[in-house]
């Protein structure tokens, strides 16, 4: 079943074409990479894809619905969550409260007068959500951090911080947008375990540039230079191909 496709996508920044006529097909439970140099139309194709930018041409689907002329809030609705290459947390709230801000609107209280009021059962959805962003922080290994201010803990902690509250949405395609950038390699090996828990009931669409990464978690790789696709299939096979070899990976620190 595909949960995401994306089908002849091409953007446009004025004269300049930065994703030409890409077309991906996202399996459920599927995890798929995309890699190529800077610049090479693989953020802007996440952008496209969550609604950020129009498209020139072509369409997007979730699952059997054409979602292409959807904004980015409704694309949300239909399941779909993105992080950022850099995380986008209100500074001035905590790390939990942050989080909690991830839940979606069907586990909020169902009115701002319920809340108001504190009715039992609203309050006890509350607390519910409050428990399950304290488990999200426990297995991210953030919860010592849940009262500190997001502006002052680190970038990678940070990028966390931004997936756990993707999580709380509970979505069925997740976007990563360089999900393993400013993180030591203790941090990337617990992303891994991670993921291999996600995606057990999520399809996700990962850039990245770490490629110890993207073998140990990316059943397909495709890779795009100057917007366009220039090899796809698995980790080994992409990584081996010649015109990779000459575009990518030479490049790549």
Known sequence: MTALAVKDVT???GAFTAVDGVTLMLGSRELLALIGPNGAGKTTLLNAASGLLPLA??????????????????????????????????DDLTVLENVLVGASTAHYPRSLLAEWLRFPAEMSSLKAQRERALAMLE??????????????????????????????????????????????????????????????????????????????????????????????????????DPQVLAAYMGTAA
């Not at 699952?63 to 995380?87: C, W």
């Not at 993707?166 to 990337?188: K, N």
Request: hydrophobic share 45%; aromatic share 4%.
């Open 139 to 240: 297995r991210l290994e953030l919860a010592d951090l849940r009262d500190m201010p997001a502006g002052e803990i680190s970038f990678g902690r940070k990028k966390l911080v931004d997936l756990a509250r993707a999580l709380m949405t509970d979505p069925t395609v997740l976007l990563l947008d360089e999900p393993t950038a400013g993180l030591s390699e203790q941090e990337i090996d617990k992303l891994v375990e991670l993921i291999t828990r996600i995606r057990e009931c999520t399809a996700l669409l990962v850039v990245a540039h770490h490629m110890g990464f993207v073998k140990k978690v990316a059943d397909r790789v495709v890779c795009l230079v100057a917007g366009r696709e220039i090899s796809s299939g698995t980790p080994e096979q992409v990584q081996s």
């Open 57 to 90: 041409r072509g369409e997007i689907f979730a699952g059997a619905a054409n979602i292409t002329r959807e904004k980015a809030h409704r694309r949300a609705a239909f399941g779909i969550k993105r992080t950022f290459q850099h995380a986008k947390l209100a």
């Open 11 to 13: 953007v446009r920044f």
